[in-house]
């Protein structure tokens, strides 16, 4: 993003299909039209802050399009009209899917304050309340630019749907 918040993609037309692959983009501005859908396979979306809009409908936190994320950093907040799949993600502020009853999070973090269908294998939980990514550094450009520390929990580093983090160790074995 050039600033903090500020689109990098709005996208206006009802029958949009966005797919993005491997990038780094800033905020996305996506209208929540019933045949609006967008896909992000191993990106990261960068607000720039945390506390401004990184996925949404508009810049007033209105919920986005249709969304499907896989291997994923997200920085900033997210809301969407359904959240269909959300694996092996990172999401450093809150996160709001408008439909809760269809879609799934699973091996992500996600804040705790986040409205979010079901979850599976997400962290923080009840036995890991206070488990956080801890980033290298959050600022583009940087060569530790979104790099998860050492300091990271285990579960978080290495925790993964092909079994790469310690289940039982830091990684929860229960189903929320």
Avoid at 3 to 29: D, M, N, Q, W
Avoid at 104 to 129: G, K, N, Q, T, W
């Amino acid at each position: 993003a050039a600033s903090a918040g500020a689109p990098s993609l709005v996208v206006e037309h009802p029958f949009t299909t966005l797919t993005l692959e491997r990038c780094i983009t800033g905020p996305l501005l996506l209208a929540a039209d019933s045949a609006v859908t967008a896909t992000l396979t191993d990106c990261i979306v960068d607000a720039v802050d945390p506390a401004k809009v990184a996925f949404a409908g508009d810049t007033s936190g209105k919920p986005g399009a249709e969304l499907t994320l896989r291997e994923c950093t997200v920085i900033g907040q997210t809301s969407t009209r359904l959240l269909l799949l959300a694996s092996d993600g990172i999401f450093t502020a809150a996160l709001h899917a408008a439909r809760r009853q269809e879609g799934c999070m699973r091996f992500c973090v996600v804040p705790p304050e986040s409205i979010a269908p079901r979850r599976y294998h997400c962290l923080p939980d009840a036995a890991h309340p206070n488990v956080r990514p801890h980033f290298t550094s959050l600022r583009y450009a940087d060569p530790g630019y979104c790099q998860l520390q050492l300091a990271t929990p285990r579960g978080i580093r290495e925790g993964a749907d092909d079994g790469g983090g310690a289940a039982g160790e830091d990684w929860p074995t229960t189903v929320r």
